[in-house]
């Protein structure tokens, strides 16, 4: 049994269950106004903006937007949508060698904070950089 009162279970509804959708209170429909015009900018945004002000009847556009969903036989994926997780603290592969740094720094006379800067806007460059450093480092003694 779908509770309308969770978000989920009252988007399933609005999308699956029309005849349940047509006994709903207008207050249950208004409860959710917000989330579901959000949910519906993802595919249609300029509805959606069209139903984004104050003093609008909430439970009058969520019967709106029932209408776009009864075109749909089941809820859509774009209504499910995910954050990304952010890959923080991954170690890097490369690590280079104190003194290819700080031949790099002297040369190019920067700090470290330039550094970290460098690691983050331009990784693949910075990293070339140090690798035929340390190359002619080996070589050159």
């Known amino acids: 049994m779908l509770d309308e009162t969770k978000l989920f279970d009252f988007i399933k509804i609005m999308f699956t269950k029309k005849e349940h959708y047509s006994k709903m ?4 429909k208004k409860r959710h106004h917000f989330m579901v015009n959000r949910f519906m900018a993802i595919k249609f945004p300029g509805n ?3 139903f984004n002000f104050n003093g609008i009847n909430g439970g009058r556009v969520i ?13 859509p ?7 990304k997780n952010s890959n923080k603290n991954i170690k890097e592969k490369y690590q ?7 031949l790099y720094m002297d040369k190019n006379e ?13 990784k693949e460059q910075f990293y070339s950089d140090l690798k035929q450093l340390e190359n002619q480092i080996k070589v050159y003694g």
Request: aromatic share 12%.
């Open 63 to 75: 019967d709106c937007w029932q209408m776009v969903a009864s075109r749909f036989n089941k809820v």
């Open 25 to 28: 209170k207008q207050f249950n």
């Open 96 to 102: 280079p060698s104190e003194e290819a740094l700080r």
């Open 77 to 83: 994926g774009w209504i499910y949508t995910r954050t």
């Open 110 to 122: 920067i700090g470290k904070r330039e550094i970290e800067e460098l690691k983050q806007f331009c």
């Open 48 to 50: 959606a903006q069209l």
